[in-house]
């Protein structure tokens, strides 16, 4: 993100302190499902509602049913009898999923209000809640579809929150407490965020339109690539050559380099008021000149919720396709197992994204074609997501959260209901500061020295002259 008044680190953070509450789903595409079965209209609740924040109002439905529900053309309704918002066609929910949707437009909810759900004939009522004062920021139901109504943190899109952390107290950091700066001073200057290493080879996404290509300085730091046209790092353009996209992180394929670098944006800088949350594949393994064009964008913005342009992707990471299949991992838009085949053409994996707005992350697998599929949808119980990273050694996603958060990490494993699930709860080092860090990378198991190898963090802020931190982990 990039903006021309106060410091990034102070902005966003009051940008999301002011938003309390936020994000609706606009989710007709967003997922591929089979055919619905016949269920009950019972099954189908009210599950999330959310009036007040810096996003659209909105309202989330919950299938606590054993069958897929068409729910094509059902209504909802706030207390007003006139107003009227129609799920649009080809709307299905599997059992055990969400889906919520954006509502402002058909009608506003209030802070003492209702919201209503109807099968398409208008008039047969199938669940509805009440409420005296406004979201903060969320109405939940816990547990989600069939428990009370409560004040929870906002989750639309993902299961509720129904704990404080997942049922995970906070841990002191598995590595070294000490951390020390990993670049020279004021090299990057603010808004380096994303961080991506391969092998000897550091990758950094920076908010400003650049992506830079960084290698070892020799005293256990990195320092900008002088060949090709990588000294003051690249800018990036979206296809065709136009436009500035925001770009917020980067990641790599088991090809490394050769296979283009995926960089996740949130909006076009020339258009900074409007998001558009992108995924875009460059080709960064030949060329000479100072600039990159994509080579293919997937805009990923009408299947997710509707977050302010400031407030979109933050973080990528890619999840090899044996890895998922081995965990046994479910794809949310089948309700049965992860099966890649069914997708053609796709890198052989899954993208999971970072969305700031919701601290929800959301899997996409990105064919070939231009299609996209979302798989899987994360809620991280944090109130932003700053950066992922897969960490194949472990078989584990690392979720990062910045100062919002007082630098707290999340680690998320598959669980036997196929699902991802917080499995720690990491401080950040004790010896580093509460900074703005939005990028986070993990050495290869290569690296591994007397059972520790080298992290590194991205600090947008710059703070003290300094973007990149160096510190351990425990292999």
């Known amino acids: 993100m990039f903006e021309a008044c106060a410091p990034r680190g ?19 595409a967003a997922l591929l499902v089979p055919a619905a079965h016949a269920a009950p209209a019972d099954d189908i609740r009210i599950n999330e509602v959310v009036t007040t924040g810096s996003v659209d109002d909105s309202i989330e439905l919950y299938n606590k049913g054993a069958a897929t529900v068409d729910i094509s053309g059902w209504i909802l309704k706030d207390d007003n009898a006139s107003s009227k918002f129609t799920v649009p066609a080809g709307t299905t929910l599997a059992p055990g999923a969400v889906r919520a949707f954006d509502v402002d437009a058909a009608f506003g909810l209030g802070s003492s209000d209702k919201a209503r759900l109807y099968l398409p004939n208008g008039s047969t009522l199938v669940d509805s809640h009440t409420w005296t004062s406004h979201s903060a920021p969320s109405w939940s139901r816990c547990p989600d579809g069939t428990g009370a109504f409560g004040k929870a943190a906002l989750t639309l899109g993902a299961p509720n929150n129904c704990g404080s952390g997942g049922g995970t107290n906070p841990v002191a950091w598995p590595g070294g407490s000490s951390v020390a700066t990993a670049d020279g001073t004021d090299v990057f200057g603010e808004d380096l965020s994303g961080l991506y290493q391969e092998g000897a080879v550091l990758w950094g996404a920076q908010n400003t339109g650049k992506l830079w290509r960084l290698v070892r300085d020799g005293s256990g730091g990195w320092r900008p690539d002088t060949a090709n046209g990588w000294t003051s790092g690249k800018t990036l353009r979206y296809p065709g050559g136009s436009g500035s996209p925001d770009s917020e992180a980067v990641t790599l394929t088991e090809a490394g380099a050769a296979g283009g670098a995926y960089v996740a944006t949130e909006r076009n800088g020339d ?3 409007t998001s558009r949350l992108s995924v875009l594949r460059y080709d960064v393994a030949t060329g000479t000149g100072g600039s990159l064009t994509a080579a293919k964008e997937w805009n990923l913005t009408a299947g997710l919720p509707a977050v302010g342009s ?45 969305l700031e707005g919701t601290g929800t992350v959301y899997g996409f697998v990105l064919q070939d074609s231009g299609a996209a599929t979302r798989v899987a949808t994360i809620g991280s119980g944090m109130a932003g997501v700053m950066e992922l990273q897969w960490e194949p050694q472990a078989a584990r996603l690392w979720v990062l959260c910045d100062d919002t958060c007082g630098g ?52 947008d802020s710059n703070t003290g002259g300094h973007a990149l931190r160096r510190g351990t982990i425990a292999c």
């Open 10 to 28: 102070r902005r966003r953070l009051a940008l999301r302190r002011a938003a309390v509450a936020g994000s609706t789903l606009a989710a007709a």
């Open 271 to 273: 258009a900074s008021g």
């Open 310 to 354: 400031n407030l979109g992707f933050e973080a990528i990471t890619r999840i090899p396709d044996a890895a998922l299949v081995a965990a046994g991992f479910k794809d949310e838009s089948t309700g049965a197992a992860y099966d890649p085949g069914r997708y053609g053409a796709h890198t052989g994996g899954v993208f999971f994204l970072g």
């Open 408 to 459: 707290q990490h999340r680690t998320m494993k598959i669980g036997t209901a196929g699902t991802f699930g917080i499995a720690a709860v990491l401080n950040r080092p004790t010896g580093m500061a509460d900074l703005n860090n939005e990028g986070f990378a993990l050495a290869g198991a290569d690296e591994c020295v007397a059972g520790t190898k080298p992290v590194y963090w991205a600090d």
